[in-house]
C-alpha cells in the first residue's frame, strides 16, 4: 500500500524539485505506470498536467483506454498532492481513499491529466493534519484531448502520519 523504503528524513529537495523529477519518482514507484510513458509536462505550486500517449493507452477500438484514463487522473491527483507535501515537508504518507471517472467522450488522440488544487482544501488538509495526523482532500482530474474534457473523476486522498 505505501511506497517501498521511503526515507522521510531525506531532505525533500533532492526528491523531488521539478517536473522531471517528479516524472523520475512517479515511474521509479509505480512500476506498472513505466508502459503508459506518462510525463510531467507541467507543474507550478498548485497545479498539474500529465501527458500520456494514445498508443501506450490504446484498448482494441484504437481510443484511450477507460482503465488507462482512470489511473492517469489518479496519478495526477497524488503527484500533485506529493509534490506538495514534499515541498512543504509534511510527515505523511499519501495514499487514494475513493475515485469516480465519468467518461464523456472518448480520447482518441494523445491526452493529458490536469488538476488544480484549491488553495483553501489544501489549507484545511493540512489543519486536519496537524491536529489528528490523518486528514483527506478531495481533488477533480480532468482528462483533456483535442481541447476537450473527454473525463472528469472525483479522487479522495488521504494522508497517513506514518509509524
Known sequence: ???????????????????????????????????SKLSVAQLTDNSIKLTAPLYENRNHYGSAFGGSIATIGIVAGWAILTFKIKKENIPTTLVIKSSHTEYKLPVQNDFYAEVIIDHNE??????????????GISVTSKIISNGNICSEQESIYVGIQPK
Open 1 to 35: 500500500m505505501f511506497i517501498k523504503n521511503e526515507d522521510l528524513s531525506k531532505p525533500v529537495q533532492t526528491l523531488i524539485t521539478d517536473a522531471g523529477s517528479l516524472t523520475k519518482y512517479i515511474l521509479s514507484n509505480i512500476p506498472i505506470l513505466e508502459h
Open 122 to 135: 489544501w489549507n484545511n488538509f493540512k489543519r486536519k493534519f496537524s491536529e489528528k495526523g490523518k486528514a
